[in-house]
């Protein structure tokens, strides 16, 4: 199978999570109005238990390069995963929806350099994919006990090109 990436819009990824970006005019004005705040654009879920709580880690990932090959995606049924870019490089991001507990038809988007995504708990996703170096991302998940990851390897593994 080979899939085409198409651009990240709110509108597009809704089923799968958040576009973390701060287009358009902001919610607030803050800091004696020399800050626009883009308030509360993610939703954020760490389980309904309460031993998990929030955590903040830095990832660095090695580049890929396109066409991506994808041969494995990844759930978190505990909590949701937001992954924030620290350099202005566009990354790939490929989800599916859930089917039966395996991952349904994929889909891939691109980001612009100046988006990030929040991906909502049980939500099949690829790993984390740059497309340029250092790959450095704050990512913001669940930490806590249980399983919260499960791993499905694809029978067949399919490419992502622009």
């Known amino acids: 199978m080979d899939i085409k990436a198409e651009p990240l819009t709110a509108t597009a990824f809704a089923p799968f999570g958040d576009v973390l970006d701060a287009n358009g005019a902001p919610d607030k004005i803050i800091n004696a109005g ?14 309904p238990e309460t031993e998990g709580r929030a955590g903040l880690s830095i990832f660095k990932a090695e580049p890929r390069t396109l066409p991506y090959l994808c041969a494995l995606l990844e ?3 505990e909590g949701s995963q937001a992954f924030i870019p620290m350099t202005a490089d566009p990354f790939l991001v490929i989800v599916a929806p ?9 889909r891939a988007f691109l980001t612009t350099g100046k988006q990030g995504i929040n991906l909502h708990r049980g939500v099949w996703h690829g790993v984390l994919t740059p497309l340029a170096a250092p790959g450095l991302f704050a990512v913001i998940d669940r930490i806590g006990p249980g399983a919260n990851l499960q791993e499905y390897l694809l029978p067949a593994p399919f490419s992502v090109h622009l």
Request: aromatic content about 8%; some cysteine; charged content about 35%.
């Open 75 to 77: 759930r978190h049924p």
């Open 34 to 47: 020399l800050c626009g705040r883009y308030h509360d654009r993610a939703r954020l879920d760490f389980g």
């Open 98 to 106: 859930d089917d039966g507990g395996k991952p349904g038809a994929p």
